[in-house]
């Protein structure tokens, strides 16, 4: 089975300022990774994803996160936060390959709301 | 960009109604969709996996009688809430995969309240 805890359901900051919204997962097979982004009453919009190569994945709007197999993370970050970036976020993983090829299993989610 | 519409984005039905929600990829051929509920200030849970022509596959505990999923063609998928009660109530959100690719785009969801 697969799961994935993103570890905090709530992230305050402040504008202008670094923010980092964690996720660890676990699998027994290899997996692809995924962060989306949900703004209120809207669907799901991709920001990143690792399928393989380098761990460091840069993503739209100014996103990027790095996996770290031996530590099953894949941890989003952002140098520098806009009131624009308040919503909730999803990591996401899926498995590589097999039978369940293209099923996503999303963890709970963090909403991020960023201050003035 | 690849792009799935999904109508309608709100709906409010009577309880024992039935109620359509479909999902239609615009500019690219989805082989396979998938739909999911999301309850409230919680994450998405998968309800079932369809591919175009065939019968979909629903997750453990999801009642496939009560939730129809049709996939006729390769852009558009339907999920049928039939005789609907207040506990359907939820966010249900669709997403594509577009073919030959490892590609998933997400509909903007529908909000069904069932009173």
């Known amino acids: 089975a697969q799961s994935v805890t993103q570890l905090d359901s709530q992230v305050p900051v402040f504008e202008e300022a670094p923010v980092e919204l964690r996720c660890n997962y676990s699998s027994s097979v290899s997996v692809y990774l995924f962060w989306y982004v949900q703004y209120p009453n809207q669907g799901l919009q991709l920001l990143l994803k690792?399928?393989?190569?380098?761990?460091l994945v840069k993503g739209i709007n100014g996103f990027e996160a790095e996996f770290n197999k031996s530590q099953t993370s894949f941890h989003l970050r952002k140098p520098s936060v806009h009131i624009s970036d308040t919503a909730e976020y999803f990591c996401a993983i899926s498995n590589a390959g097999g039978t369940s090829y293209g099923k996503l299993t999303f963890g709970q989610g963090t909403i991020l709301t960023v201050h003035p | 960009g690849a792009v799935v519409s999904q109508h309608p984005s709100r709906v409010i039905c009577k309880s024992g109604t039935s109620v359509k929600i479909e999902c239609r990829s615009l500019?690219?051929?989805?082989?396979?969709m998938f739909w999911y509920r999301q309850f409230p200030k919680k994450s998405l849970m998968l309800m079932a996996t369809s591919n175009e022509g065939s019968k979909a596959t629903y997750e453990q505990g999801v009642e496939k009688d009560k939730f129809l999923i049709n996939h006729a063609s390769l852009t558009l998928s339907t999920l049928t809430v039939t005789s609907a009660h207040p506990e359907d109530s939820s966010f249900y959100i669709c997403?594509?995969?577009?073919?030959?690719?490892?590609?998933?785009?997400f509909g903007s969801g529908t909000r069904l309240t069932v009173v």
């Open positions: 690792y399928l393989s190569g380098s761990t």
């Open positions: 997403s594509a995969r577009e073919a030959g690719t490892y590609g998933y785009t």
């Open positions: 500019d690219f051929q989805a082989t396979t």
